[in-house]
């Protein structure tokens, strides 16, 4: 392959000069894309070993039942985490607070601490469940939102902040909370890492496209998609009946969601 | 000409293609089957489609698959509500409630069914890593799963439940506790006028062997999956010598006794079964062993 000849990866869009594997993303690039009949697609499945690039940093994606992400830092470039994501690290990786504004953390229901370490050196990070790593690389001025508890690692470009979901019907049905994590590449690009629960589906939705969903199985979206808890009424018959709540994604943008999710009680 | 069998759910087809076209399971491959006889059921390849009447449904994933429905206008499917992952806007749901309301609350079972009906796509996941199982049932087949374990199945499989007739009482000053190590209730489904599609999900990997008529095999409880109506459920207890350790009284492992003629499955990963010791005052159909 010469230097003109390339190949786009599917997943995150890069170029690659290797024809197996993203440099950028880890994804394979020899393998089919794998999309169900209805149009999810699903998240690539990164080999054992992966290893890809952000910055001067790399990454390696060790495992495949409950992954491992090990990060080897430059020189003052860092990556933030919450505090329980790390599984290890090389003892002279230093660490601080990642500096937060807004509201206390610990009484949205959101980790405490997130915490900043910088480089030189290695750290390696893996939650507590079965499932996918999922690897977002962010061009400046992507805004992802991101469910609670499922971010791993984001470089320290990327800038965080956690919003609000609009609307009280979320607050008190919707089940994903009042919040959720924000990351935004301002001005330059950078490295997001999420762990997904079981098996992570995407798809794309066109402007005023909607689909229904468990709240609970909703990882990640595009800022753009609209996200609206929506309550069904079920009934039985002579004044029998219930409701189940879902959630309703409105496009423009992409949705990813995991297959092993928390489920959110309705009235039953 | 049907010229292949399958291993798993015994439907006969060509044979043609890359999986069983009524369960899913892939058709080239070498069996794994263990040396104590257990078959190991193969997990569907990603993306595996099985068609069930004008409708169709695709499995999608490979450690907590996802059963995406393709349902025909008119079609419907019926599930726990918890079960769901996502639905057009077009698929409607309506609630049916079951007969046995008190029980199946006391049991921890789901009270109501919901039936989602087509034309549109409707989608199931489980919560727990695992595999998606589909038992093709034919008119006149019946299959006991333990509760719990259902997914979804086709409108033309029925449902119905019963008393699984295994527990054990034990005594703690003057409260008596009555406990169902393989559940209170069990599921049971059945097709009689038409052939109907059940799946369920298998907490781990699943294993299946066929027990010949009086050959009996003693399970972890929580392990059991599902059994043909043929086979009996009954309790053991076995007590550990005590050698050099010293045993608390009442303490003993506790198994589930299967015998045939039949099929059964187990899954590997299953729930602590609760047994708190002490004195057992009363039991269903059991056999003990002292070592």
Redesign the interface.
Do not use: A, K, P, V
């Given at each position: 392959m010469d230097e003109f000849d390339r190949i786009q990866c599917r997943w995150c869009g890069a170029q690659s000069a290797d024809p197996k594997q993203c440099p950028t993303c880890g994804a394979p690039l020899n393998t089919a894309d794998?999309v169900?009949?209805?149009g999810?697609r699903?998240a690539p499945?990164l080999r054992d070993m992966s290893e890809f690039r952000f910055g001067n940093c790399s990454c390696q994606v060790e495992g495949d039942?409950v992954p491992v992400v090990e990060t080897t830092l430059a020189a003052g470039e860092g990556v933030y985490f919450e505090h329980h994501a790390m599984l290890w690290k090389q003892d002279t990786v230093p660490m601080s607070l990642y500096p937060i504004t807004g509201p206390k953390r610990s009484l949205l229901g959101l980790p405490h601490l997130v915490t900043l370490a910088r480089g030189p050196g290695r750290i390696a990070f893996s939650r507590d469940a079965?499932?996918?790593i999922i690897v977002l690389p962010m061009a400046a001025g992507i805004e992802l939102d991101v469910r609670e508890h499922a971010f791993l690692l984001a470089s320290e470009s990327i800038a965080y902040s956690y919003v609000r979901v609009k609307g009280l019907a979320n607050i008190l049905h919707g089940g994903n909370g009042m919040w959720m994590d924000r990351f935004t590449a301002k001005k330059s690009p950078g490295l997001l890492v999420l762990h997904g629960?079981?098996?992570v589906?995407v798809r794309t939705l066109a402007s005023g496209e909607?689909?229904?969903?468990?709240p609970g199985?909703m990882l990640f979206k595009d800022a753009t998609v609209q996200m609206a808890a929506e309550k069904?009424k079920?009934?039985?018959g002579f004044l029998?009946?219930?409701s189940?709540n879902?959630a309703r994604m409105t496009g423009p943008g992409r949705i990813g969601?995991?297959?092993?999710?928390?489920?959110h009680a309705?009235d039953? | 000409m049907s010229a292949y069998t399958c291993p798993f759910c015994d439907s006969q087809s060509d044979g043609a293609g890359s999986g069983c076209p009524f369960c899913g399971a892939p058709v080239n491959i070498t069996l794994r089957r263990t040396a104590s006889g257990w078959l190991e059921m193969p997990p569907m390849a990603d993306m595996t489609r099985i068609q069930c009447g004008q409708s169709s449904v695709q499995i999608e994933g490979a450690y907590v698959p996802v059963a995406d429905f393709k349902l025909a206008d008119g079609d419907g499917v019926y599930f726990a509500h918890h079960e769901l992952l996502w639905k057009d806007q077009g698929v409607s749901v309506q609630l049916s409630s079951l007969k046995g309301g008190w029980k199946r609350l006391m049991a921890g079972l789901p009270l109501r069914m919901l039936t989602a009906t087509g034309p549109g796509r409707i989608a199931f996941s489980r919560d727990a890593a695992g595999e998606t199982l589909a038992i093709p049932l034919r008119p006149g087949h019946t299959v006991d799963v333990r509760e719990n374990i259902f997914m979804v199945a086709t409108r033309a499989v029925q449902y119905d439940f019963f008393d699984s007739q295994v527990w054990f009482q034990t005594k703690d000053g003057d409260e008596t506790e009555t406990h169902y190590p393989a559940g209170w209730l069990l599921d049971r489904f059945s097709a009689s006028g038409e052939p109907g599609l059940l799946l369920i999900h298998a907490h781990g990997n699943a294993f299946q062997r066929v027990l010949a008529q009086g050959e009996s095999i003693l399970v972890k409880p929580s392990g059991f999956l599902f059994k043909d109506t043929t086979v009996k459920m009954s309790l053991h207890f076995e007590r550990p010598s005590k050698g050099f350790t010293i045993w608390r009284w009442g303490e003993r492992y506790l198994w589930l006794r299967l015998t045939g003629p039949g099929k059964v499955a187990v899954q590997s990963a299953y729930g602590h079964t609760h047994d708190p010791g002490g004195r057992v005052v009363g039991c269903s159909s059991a056999t003990e062993r002292q070592w």
């Open positions: 794998l169900s009949e209805s999810w699903e499945r039942i079965t499932g996918e629960f079981g098996n589906f909607s689909i229904q969903l468990e199985s069904i079920l009934s039985t029998g009946g219930t189940m879902l969601i995991q297959s092993m999710y928390h489920h309705s039953e | -």
